[in-house]
């Protein structure tokens, strides 16, 4: 149980391009999903916190308009990098939280590479 | 600021070896600590852990809490390549959106 679902795996596109990252849970429902950016041989940053039909949370220094969440629905949020630039180039790893004493479950991770 | 250090950052031991990862914590208002093991791909859950002294198990995985000393320890036995990977650690201080802070990692690497 508790598997959570990200697409696409692998992003490959030009400056400029806005991408859009999925992040499903898919046999539970998730009351809160977590965006998190990670560099290599870095440990997950966040950079911000969603709740299902409310506006997102973000961490100090990320810029909300850059990275626009949306969290429809207790099982999809989704992750837009806007007019993407190389210095956004990353992996973006989602989680999903079931409940507050759960852990959290996390995605397969998406690696963007921006050229 | 809550803060996670994990160590060691990095270990290398031969199959067969026992180890032992650490983790200390300084944060606000505790709810829980949780071990994840990462390897190419994102982190995988191993244990969360939420009152002291009460070790958890999986196979070759156990691992227990301090809440007085305030840091946890991940001991892998009978090491198998497998095993190679980032273990973090990471906790839950509270709040109403459990998010979590995590640790920097230890890269373990099991060699035959």
């Known amino acids: 149980g508790a598997v959570v679902s990200q697409h696409p795996s692998w992003v490959i596109c030009k400056s400029g391009t806005s991408v859009k990252i999925e992040c499903r849970s898919l046999d539970f429902q998730a009351t809160t999903m977590f965006w998190y950016r990670q560099f290599p041989k870095q440990s997950l940053m966040l950079m911000a916190t969603s709740n299902e039909g409310s506006k997102a949370t973000y961490e100090q220094g990320v810029e909300k308009d850059k990275f626009l969440i949306n969290h429809a629905s207790l099982t999809l949020s989704t992750l837009t990098v806007t007019s993407a630039h190389p210095e956004d180039s990353s992996f973006y790893i989602c989680?999903?939280?079931?409940?507050?004493?759960?852990?959290?479950?996390f995605g397969d991770g998406t690696r963007l590479s921006i050229l | 600021e809550d803060k996670v250090v994990q160590s060691p950052l990095s270990l290398v031991v031969h199959e067969g070896d026992t180890v032992t990862l650490n983790c200390s914590y300084e944060?606000?208002?505790?709810?829980?600590l949780l071990w994840y093991k990462q390897e190419k791909k994102a982190p995988t859950f191993l244990f969360m852990l939420t009152s002291s002294g009460i070790e958890k198990k999986s196979g070759r995985l156990s691992s227990i809490l301090d809440k007085k000393e305030l840091f946890s320890i991940l001991n892998i036995t009978a090491t198998q390549t497998g095993d190679s990977a980032v273990y973090l650690c990471a906790v839950n201080s509270g709040g109403s959106n459990y998010k979590l802070t995590f640790g920097k990692g230890t890269l373990l690497t099991v060699n035959p």
């Open positions: 989680s999903a939280l079931a409940g507050g004493n759960q852990p959290q479950h």
């Open positions: 944060v606000t208002n505790f709810r829980s």
